[in-house]
């Protein structure tokens, strides 16, 4: 009796051996599985859940800045009398200018930045200008006389708001393209531009023999013409017209071109720069 309750426990034991032993492999099995899939749902979560959001700072008081609003970079400085030799007269004033942009509907934004003689500083005229109609569509002066006369750099940055707003605005692109001097070939077509048609009238201060009151810009491709620019000088006491060269749009078949007035002003004479736009694929004759 004692040898059949042995044996009969020795099998109740093994079998719960068994039993426990299968039962640890299957816990195993299901932990290693688990595991794996906790590892997917975590990929899971950081490809597809939201992101943390309790540090952002929802006060109404605090300015948000748009997407648009970026570092602003400024544009080289581009010498636009560098094609001419020289002025007629000695002249002190040769404006720098910066191209900052383009769109794709024939608009370019521009500075030009003014030396003002006697009282110092600078005057920064930024534009944007239409060159299908040759009209400013948006106009920022800028005097470093209200600025304690900081330098150009930091006259930018204090309207970098008020700039790269209208630049969106007018869907202008940042960049510049060369700057041309006339003649020059494009599509195997060979465009050059001249003061036509001048008009003078008597000096009444005596500082030139006659000045001139109004002109004309024709642009010629190949055998073909067109006037793209016709109006009164735009200052009263300009000597001499200059065409000084051109930029061609990286959108457009659509060049904008330089035009210089040199007026006598206080102590000799300054340079006044004038754009024009020209498309260079229609309206020749």
Known sequence: MKFKFGLTGFLIV??????????????????????????KDLDNNNLYEPLESNNVDTDDNVPVIEESIQEMVLPPKVNLFQYKKKSHNPSYGYPDA??????KK??????????IDG????IINFVIM????????????????????VDNDRLYDIFKIEILKA???????????????????????EYNANIIDVEYKDDEYGFFDKVVSGYKVSVSANNRSKIIDSSPA??????????CGSFIS?????????????AMVFEGTEIFYRFAGCHLGSGFN
Request: proline content about 3%; glycine content about 6%.
């Open 234 to 243: 735009v200052r009263r006491l300009t000597g001499f017209v200059y065409v």
């Open 106 to 115: 024939g608009k370019t934004a521009y500075s030009i930045e003014t030396f």
């Open 98 to 103: 910066r191209i900052w942009g383009w769109s």
């Open 250 to 262: 990286p959108f457009e078949n659509r060049a904008m071109v330089v035009i210089a007035e040199e």
């Open 167 to 189: 630049l969106k605005e007018h869907d202008i692109a940042s960049g510049t393209t060369p700057y041309l001097s006339f003649p020059f070939k494009r599509n195997n077509i």
């Open 130 to 149: 239409d060159l299908i109609t040759d009209k400013a569509v948006y106009e920022l002066e800028i005097d470093s006389f209200n600025f304690d006369d």
């Open 14 to 39: 093994l079998m719960l051996t068994f039993l426990s032993c299968s039962g640890k492999k299957e816990q195993a099995d299901n932990t290693n599985f688990q595991d794996y899939t906790e590892e």
């Open 119 to 122: 009282r110092g500083g600078r």
